[in-house]
Every structure is written in structure tokens, then in C-alpha cells.
């Protein structure tokens, strides 16, 4: 069973990215609304599933991941450019902000063993793969 992305306003916001790139001048943007999504890969191994997710400029401390009835929750925050650190600025366009990311975990993922690694930026989540009950063959004996 693979890892399913669980975002219930995905339908709107692909709706919404479609119009604005329909009338090419963007509506709203994320940076405007101060939420912002972070690309993440995902694949699956043999005894694991694994999360690469993309937090360029994110602090540690500021991401959190939490496992709760079958959903995997990512969620953290970049902070923004202080208003004197913005002197000099052309332009601005690395969204900041509150971020948050959900994913259906199959049956088969072992929640209690969820590890998390933070390194050069990448956050990656193992998500190990509980130990399948193999069936087995009883033998008969004669009375």
C-alpha cells in the first residue's frame, strides 16, 4: 500500500492556480495569504516508506511531525526577513510564513517507529513498515 496525500482543499487550490494562471495575473499569492506549501518526494522501500521534504531556510526547532489515527502531519514555519534586515530589497519572493502537510499512512506503517532527519535544508521522514504476518501451514495429526 503506497502513501496517500491527504488535502482535502487541494481540489480548490488547483482550481485556483489554474485560473490565475488562465488570466496570468495572479489573484492572490501564497506570500499574501502567509502560508506557503513545501514540495515533498515521496517513495516507498522495501521496509519503509520515506518523505523528503523541502524546508530551504526553516529552523529546526520550528517544524513539527506528528502521527495521529493513519494521518502523518508536517507542519512548521519560516520566518519572515525582519522589517530593517529588508532594506536594499528589490524584490522578494521565497514565501515565509505557516506551513502544513498531511499524508494518509497505509496500515502497514509502523507509527511508533517514525524517525526524522534534518539535513542541508531536506527534512526526510522514515516511516518503517510493520512486520507482515506470514500464513503458515498447520499439519493434520491422526488421533
Not at 28 to 37: E, H, I, K, M, Q
Given at each position: 500500500m503506497t502513501v496517500l496525500r491527504y488535502e482535502p482543499w487541494s481540489l480548490v487550490s488547483r482550481l485556483q492556480k489554474d485560473?490565475?494562471?488562465l488570466f496570468s495575473a495572479p489573484m492572490?499569492?501564497?506570500?499574501?495569504?502567509?502560508?506557503?506549501?513545501p514540495p515533498v518526494d515521496i517513495h516507498e522501500e522495501t521496509h519503509a516508506f520515506v518523505l523528503h521534504v523541502d524546508l530551504p531556510g526553516v529552523d529546526l526547532k520550528a517544524?513539527?511531525?506528528t502521527a495521529d489515527q493513519?494521518?502523518?502531519t508536517v507542519r512548521g514555519q519560516r520566518a519572515a526577513l525582519r522589517p530593517e534586515a529588508?532594506?536594499?530589497y528589490r524584490r522578494i519572493e521565497r514565501t515565509n510564513g505557516e506551513f502544513q502537510r498531511r499524508f494518509s499512512l497505509p496500515e502497514t506503517a509502523?507509527?511508533?517507529s517514525i524517525k526524522a532527519k534534518f539535513h542541508n535544508g531536506v527534512l526526510e521522514v522514515t516511516i518503517p513498515k510493520q512486520a507482515v504476518a506470514q500464513p503458515q501451514?498447520?499439519?493434520v495429526e491422526a488421533a
Open positions: 485560473i490565475d494562471r492572490t499569492t501564497a506570500a499574501d495569504s502567509g502560508a506557503w506549501v517544524v513539527e511531525i493513519g494521518v502523518l529588508r532594506e536594499g509502523d507509527t511508533l501451514k498447520i499439519l
